[in-house]
């Protein structure tokens, strides 16, 4: 089957979020025995299709905003539309539109019109669109959504961080998740005013687009709310801290002597989501049915680019929220980076959770002392690593 792709934004190198959204949409649908999906901003329609022929869903409606890409939107769809199991059309199992996302969404609002899956895939900051499109999510459904602003939710455009997303956005050296988190705190809060609960399934960047796959949940679950909060680094001495807003008191004491009289650390950013990133037991349902068909996880719905995200993304739930560039340490001990296994190995042997982040590459994740991680990073000794790898600076990703 040959899809046109048009004068339409179509990038090959999206394929693993779309692989990971077929996959997804599968487990929705073996989750609710069912399957709808609305493709917001569908551009050529290729999610659209792959949601239908890949993942069997029984209804999808594709939208895009340009009224001369609805031609090609309904040829790439059409055999989408039947025939059915009995032989006769089924124009009813997919509908082009071309309406803005505010009107589409409004008027599934009026008629009532809920989906398993919601993608909203668009362009620059779709914070406007939450509300909306979050009443467009069935109980237990998903709302799959993409972010290609790049710069205020890395802490490069703190203005515009606090118009489009209500939060202070600093400079960090996990520039990537920190995006993400800040991403994920406007969908809790737009989720919470609804009387609704949230729950991340995966969440990841490439550094260009933001990307976040998060569950609706028919009420928030106890203690939810912990996980609004606060993350501070200190670019002095490189510490970091998070605290729930919920029990948010004073900053503890880092290693600057600044800090040591009990100033805040240098750049707070938050509100955002402190707590996992992926829900490790839907990344698993979702790994074997990728890797059903075809060597090394790579199918004809998974490729291998997707297989390895996915397996990267299986092994880092996103606790604790602190993240180190390996590059930060070697600076900080003024030689080369670390070796990352012998790292993770030292800190769990001392007692500490550690993994390596699926976010961003050659950055460790543990709830260690700063201190005491710089302390095992030089018993641990360097490695081959570049000190460069994994460095979030003061460029804008993607830009």
Sequence with gaps: MRVRTGDGFFRPQSRPSRDLGVLLARWLRAEHGRLRVLDLMAGCGIRALRYGLEAGA???????????????????????????????????????????AQQLLAGCLLERRRFELVDLDGFGCPTALLPLALEAVAFD????????????????????????????????????????????GVIARS?????????????????????????????????????????AHCHGCGDQQAQSLLRLRGWAPCGCGASATGAAPSSIS??????????????????????????????????????????????????????????EIARRLGRGPPRLAALLAALRADGWQACSSAVMAAQVRTDAPWPRLLELAQVVGPGQ???????????????
Excluded at 196 to 213: C, D, I, K, Q
Excluded at 385 to 399: I, L, W
Aim: glycine share 12%; with cysteine; net charge neutral.
């Design 58 to 100: 029984e209804a999808i409606w594709a939208n895009d905003a340009d009224p001369e890409r609805l031609p090609l939107l309904e040829t790439n769809l059409a055999p989408l539309a039947g025939p059915d199991g009995a032989g006769k059309a089924d124009p009813e199992r997919v509908r082009c539109t071309a309406r803005t």
């Design 270 to 327: 938050g509100p955002l989501w402190i707590g996992p990133l992926q829900e490790c037991s839907a990344l698993g349902a979702m790994a074997i049915d990728g890797g059903r068909s075809g060597a090394e996880g790579a199918s004809a719905s998974l490729g291998r680019e997707g297989a390895r995200l996915l397996a990267a993304l299986s092994t880092d739930p996103g606790l604790p929220p602190r993240c180190w560039p390996l590059a």
């Design 191 to 231: 989720a919470w005013a609804m009387g609704r609960g949230m729950r991340p399934l995966f969440s990841f960047s490439e550094g260009r687009t933001f990307r976040t796959a998060v569950q609706l949940r028919r009420r928030p679950e106890p203690g939810e709310e912990t996980n609004l909060g606060l993350l």
């Design 141 to 184: 459904g998903v709302l799959y959504l993409a972010s290609t602003d790049g710069r205020s939710p890395t802490g490069h455009d703190r203005p515009a961080a606090i118009r489009s997303l209500g939060a202070a956005a600093r400079a960090h050296p996990a520039s990537w998740e920190l995006a993400l988190r800040l991403q994920l």
């Design 385 to 399: 690593t570049s000190p460069a790898a994994g460095v979030a600076d003061d460029k804008a990703p993607g830009a």
